[in-house]
């Protein structure tokens, strides 16, 4: 009983730990790139890392995010449109959820790097709240 309990507080806190590790550290090496493109004089090196690098780090994280999570969004909608359901084995609901996340995805890329003004995050709240609803109705009806 023991061991159940390390194994899933260890599989449960490990990645989160990690995951914030990584965060930490990434802005942290994002503060120092903005602090070596601002600094150019030997008094400012002096002074070392400011609250202005981490800002500017954030806003260089947040674009990254952006970039990325459009990336990954359109990956997922190729991947939708690519696969064959008779050769990948992926039934309709399957190709269905790639497309879905990859909406979601471009959406949320959108979102954080700021393109669209309000109607991309009304879009991403709509589209998650037809996707809940319908979750929602298949859980009722049983499938």
């Known amino acids: ?16 730990a990690l995951i914030l590790g990584v965060t930490i550290v990434g802005w942290y090496l994002l503060s120092c790139l903005a602090f070596y493109t601002r600094a150019h004089d030997a008094a400012e090196i002096a002074k070392g890392v400011t609250l202005a690098d981490y800002a500017q780090a954030k806003t260089w994280a947040t674009e990254l995010l952006g970039l ?13 449109a690519k696969t064959k359901p008779k050769t ?4 309709s609901q399957d ?24 109607p991309v995050p009304i879009a991403l709240a709509a589209m998650a709240t037809g996707v809940a609803a319908d979750r929602v109705a298949r859980a009722i009806r049983g499938n």
């Open 1 to 16: 009983m023991k061991q159940e309990t390390e194994d899933i507080l260890w599989s449960g806190i490990l990645p989160l």
């Open 95 to 118: 190709r269905a959820q790639r497309a879905e996340g990859g909406m979601i995805g471009i959406l949320a890329g959108a979102t954080l790097l700021g393109i669209g003004d309000w």
């Open 88 to 91: 990948e084995g992926l039934t």
């Open 68 to 80: 990325a999570g459009a990336f990954a969004g359109f990956l997922g909608i190729a991947a939708a």
